[in-house]
């Protein structure tokens, strides 16, 4: 009788394979609905964006203008409900991006770790031999974070911020399209430098993760040799730190100069704004409330807009970490 064949361990699916066509579509995949509720507290957000301005032009224009205490009290309660409104509906925003983080870090860590352990036969390979302990241990602490912070923010970044510059450009175009226009102008010189520097900075990032990756190996290899084969600091590994703190430095100068120039703009914008502004309202072409409303909706775009440089940055890296995660977990 023939004896029957033992039971094969269950491989792993396609799905647990591969993480995704692309980072948008993993993301996407692992916490849709968060993603979900995260764009309708986005888009509550972002249409209340301009209702302060418009407050602050009547408190100026009609209550103080007309010496209407009442009227300012009315528009002043008014202003603070919305403040709490927004205040409420991004911190329920805050939550939900945290939980997508720690949603997707999760996802990785135990996709790793599955890959890891799976039992021999599981697989083509053994993912002992693809995985190299100074690898795992870095997609466990750090990539797979900087993968789950990303995720937090994919839909959320480009919609809120995004949404509140294109409502809060629309109603300065409304007020006073003159200075509105001249004030936008004052960006478009990060629109070139930008993704050309970033470009540069993507490239330093994946040779930096990679080198890190070599340092846990080379440091879990030394941590297994016995206490009388332990000496100082091997050279291969010293060598490895002193490249990773070149690496690293030469970033922060291309990233902090993007910074620079982010803050410059942001100021130099409010200086046109005055200078644009009291010409027209020397000459009795705007008034005082437009004035005021310009400075702080200029203040409200140059946060965002500093926030979208941000955000794009953080596609770039989070693209490499992903594609090296990606790489290392689906190798077998």
Do not use: C
């Not at 764009?39 to 301009?50: D, E, H, K």
């Amino acid at each position: 009788m023939e004896r029957p064949s033992p039971a094969r361990p269950p491989s792993l699916s396609s799905r647990e394979r591969i993480l995704g066509a692309s980072l948008y579509a993993y993301v996407w995949r692992t916490s849709r609905q968060d993603q979900v509720r995260i764009i309708i507290l986005v888009s509550l957000v972002t249409l209340l964006s301009v209702a302060p301005l418009e407050l602050q032009r009547r408190i100026v224009e009609n209550a103080v203008s007309h010496r209407d205490f009442w009227l300012i009290a009315l528009l002043g309660l008014a202003y603070l409900v919305v403040l709490l409104l927004q205040g409420s509906l991004k911190y329920a925003l805050n939550v939900v991006k945290g939980r997508v983080l720690e949603v997707v870090s999760r996802d990785l860590r135990k996709r790793l770790l599955r890959r890891k352990f799976a039992a021999p036969g599981a697989n083509a390979g053994r993912v002992e031999d693809a995985i190299d302990p100074g690898t795992a241990v870095s997609i466990l602490s750090a990539e797979s974070e900087d993968v789950g912070e990303f995720a937090s923010s994919s839909l959320s970044t480009p919609l809120l911020q995004g949404g509140t510059i294109l409502w809060v450009m629309a109603y300065l175009i409304w007020v006073e399209p003159k200075i509105a226009l001249l004030a936008l102008l004052v960006y478009m010189p990060q629109a070139f430098l930008v993704p050309r520097i970033q470009r540069n900075i993507n490239r330093l990032a994946r040779r930096r993760t990679r080198i890190l990756r070599k340092l846990g190996h080379k440091a879990a290899v030394y941590e297994n040799l016995a206490a009388n084969d332990r000496g100082a600091i091997p050279a291969g590994a010293a060598v490895l730190v002193e490249l990773i703190f070149k690496l690293r430095m030469i970033i922060y100068r291309q990233k902090y100069l993007l910074t620079f120039l982010g803050n410059f703009l942001d100021s130099f914008g409010v200086l046109v704004v005055l200078l644009v502004g009291g010409y027209l309202l020397i000459h009795d072409r705007t008034t005082i409330s437009t004035l005021v409303v310009f400075i702080s909706g200029f203040q409200k775009i140059s946060d965002p807009w500093s926030e979208l440089i941000g955000y794009y940055r953080s596609v770039s890296n989070a693209r490499v970490t992903y594609g090296l995660v990606e790489k290392a977990i689906d190798a077998a």
